[in-house]
């Protein structure tokens, strides 16, 4: 078992590793997880809002979006703090169905909605981002296993790649579900595992701060997910639609060069349908 | 079950049960396989755990008439003080001791079900090997150091508040309801190599057992060692034990120890006190170096 190849070296590690875990779960996952579902809240009050929101974020520039932000802050936690999971996970010995007392079943659901996470993103990431920018990667592999479907420059591809079909809105419903209750009872948890509240008097209290904010979460991440589903295509946004014979397909509206370009000439293309294979007529280099 | 209580069945009340079965998991010895045995005792009021165990022993034979060896388990103070006789019975752990089969009968009519524990290697039947909650105690250093040929004069005193503190978890009696219902403490139980002598093999268990999880109750004892005022004297070696490999970190804070403790600790209070002191001194370790 990889726990116990892994528990000879790492053992002497094993209080840190934990602290850590524990750590990266609230900052900066919880807090990437709170911004993520709220930017993409935003999309309730229509694309232009929602596409304004990406253009934010996109402003910092290709660099600092990718170096700086993707991957230290966000892909590199949730991996530590997923893979780490998973040998938790694999370590305990849920017993549930003898001692179904409500602290149990909560530990064992934080459980399961940690590895439900852990799928969830990963798959989320590749269908959404494709995982990295590199274009043989982009054109390779994630072009033809459908994934890379988010352009930041034309947001409203995030809103019909949930549309598209209705095991994408449930794995969305599903995942964003699981991550905020994970989030919220991991509150709790932490507040025991930093000795923050201590007597079975705050703990009970410490409950509603955390149930507060995982039911916040819970309505964000519905209203992304609305938002999403209702979602029309850009209108007189930034981004003016082009009629093609397939009202579905959007054309490659996007063709003006942008800073993100010069990583991925690929990224232009924008109208990409699962099946079809990869469509080169959008390029401008 | 059925909504309308038949009162010849087991179950309808203390007055009308006549009989009922107790299944038990028994194991011939160490490593050997185990196996369900079907037992029928005549019923009698007020019966516990242990007595049912003496009249299964007095008669040896299974409920289909087949003589067999005597059921081994363990008891000493019969008033759950002692911690011996803890067994999983009817699939919670508990002392078969205070284990009282009315209420058994009640919860589940016409049977008991009794497994040993599950997370401590089997010695024989429901006789289980729990020395690794007592290397557990040598870890952590679970006594007050005043060994002396000198006389030391009386020791500091001790405030209302920490006396009352200490008392709850000084009732703690390594019975291991805690361990066996946490879901982060896991079983260790090596097989002897051949040609292995017993010393090579404790020191080898010694080593595994040093690296399992503490468990609730050890964390609950450092709690109560370094709050008294002498054991404080000598708390850093209990915080090494608490966060070296297999300390607090290894707790997932689902709380089960304290719902299963007989002796109502407040472990999960201690747990997150000494979460807060475990932090502070790790931090403490690296920069006052
Ligand atoms: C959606 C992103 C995630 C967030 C916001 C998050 C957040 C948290 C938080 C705040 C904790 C509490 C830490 C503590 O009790 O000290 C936690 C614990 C935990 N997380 Fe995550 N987590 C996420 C993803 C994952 C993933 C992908 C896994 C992989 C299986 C995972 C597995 C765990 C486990 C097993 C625990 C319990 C640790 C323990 O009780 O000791 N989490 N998480
Ligand atoms: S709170 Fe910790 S020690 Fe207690 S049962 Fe849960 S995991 Fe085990
Ligand atoms: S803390 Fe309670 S359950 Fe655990 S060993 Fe002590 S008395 Fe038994
Ligand atoms: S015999 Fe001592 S606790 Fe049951």
């Known amino acids: 078992m990889e726990a116990n190849c892994l528990a000879p070296s790492l053992g002497r590690y094993e209080f840190v590793l934990r602290r850590l875990h524990s750590l990266t779960g609230l900052m900066p996952i919880g807090g990437y997880l709170a911004f993520h579902l709220l930017t993409n809240a935003s999309i309730i009050d229509g694309v232009e809002v929602y596409q304004r929101r990406a253009d934010q974020i996109h402003e910092l520039g290709v660099t600092t979006v990718v170096l700086l932000l993707e991957w230290p802050i966000i892909f590199i936690p949730i991996l530590f703090h997923g893979i780490l999971g998973i040998v938790i996970v694999s370590r305990g010995k849920r017993n549930v169905a003898d001692y179904p007392f409500i602290g149990n079943i909560r530990y064992t659901l934080q459980r399961w909605t940690g590895v439900i996470a852990f799928l969830f993103i990963i798959w989320h990431v590749f269908h959404m981002h494709g995982w990295f920018k590199a274009s043989w990667w982009v054109e390779n592999v994630v072009r033809p296993l459908g994934g890379g479907r988010f352009d930041p420059h034309n947001a409203y591809t995030a809103a019909q790649a949930i549309q598209e079909s209705v095991w994408v809105q449930a794995m969305f419903f599903v995942g964003v579900l699981a991550s905020v209750y994970h989030f919220a009872n991991g509150l709790w948890t932490m507040g025991i595992t930093w000795g923050v509240w201590t007597s079975p008097r705050a703990q009970r209290w410490a409950n509603v701060p955390c149930a507060a904010v995982g039911v916040f979460l819970a309505c964000a991440g519905v209203a992304a997910l609305i938002g999403m589903l209702v979602a029309d295509k850009p209108g007189a946004g930034q981004v003016p639609p082009v009629q093609t014979q397939d009202s579905r397909i959007p054309t490659p509206t996007a063709s003006v060069p942008s800073p993100v370009e010069f990583a991925n000439p690929a990224r232009i293309e924008v109208s990409r349908f699962p099946s079809s294979p990869p469509q080169r007529a959008g390029r401008t280099t | ?289």
């Open chain 2, 1 to 289: 079950m059925s909504s309308p209580r038949d009162p010849y069945e087991h179950g309808g009340g203390p007055a009308r049960r006549e009989a009922f079965d107790v299944v038990v998991l028994r194991q011939d010895g160490p490593g050997k396989p185990s196996y369900w045995e079907r037992h029928r005792v005549a019923y009698e009021p007020d019966m516990n755990v242990i007595s049912v165990l003496q009249r299964i022993a007095a008669n040896a034979r299974t409920a289909e008439g087949k003589p067999v060896a005597p059921i081994a388990w363990e008891c000493n103070c019969l008033e759950e003080v002692c911690g011996a006789c803890t067994m999983v019975i009817n699939r919670r752990v508990r002392q078969a001791c205070t284990a009282l089969v009315d209420r058994l009968l009640d919860e589940h009519p016409g049977q008991i079900e009794l497994r040993p524990m599950s997370k401590f290697p089997v010695i024989r039947d429901l006789v289980v090997d729990r020395s690794r909650m007592f290397e557990t105690l040598k870890k952590i250093r679970a006594w007050l150091p005043v060994d002396s040929y000198l006389d030391m004069g009386p020791g500091p005193r001790q405030s209302q508040d920490n006396q009352e503190l200490a008392y709850v978890l000084s009732k703690c009696m390594t019975c291991g309801c805690c361990l066996e219902a946490c879901p982060q403490y896991v079983k260790i139980e090596l097989q002897r190599q051949p040609g292995e002598t017993d010393e090579q093999f404790d020191q080898r268990q010694k080593a595994a057992f040093d690296r399992g999880f503490l468990g609730a109750f050890a964390i609950a004892q450092i709690d109560l060692f370094n709050t008294n005022p002498i054991g404080e004297m000598t708390s850093r070696e209990r915080l090494d034990a608490l966060v070296a490999e297999g300390g607090i970190q290894v707790c997932g804070n689902a709380q089960n120890c304290v719902r299963v403790c007989p002796k109502e600790i407040p472990l999960t209070r201690s747990i997150a006190r000494a979460g807060r002191i475990a932090t502070r001194h790790v931090l403490k370790r690296w920069f006052d170096r």
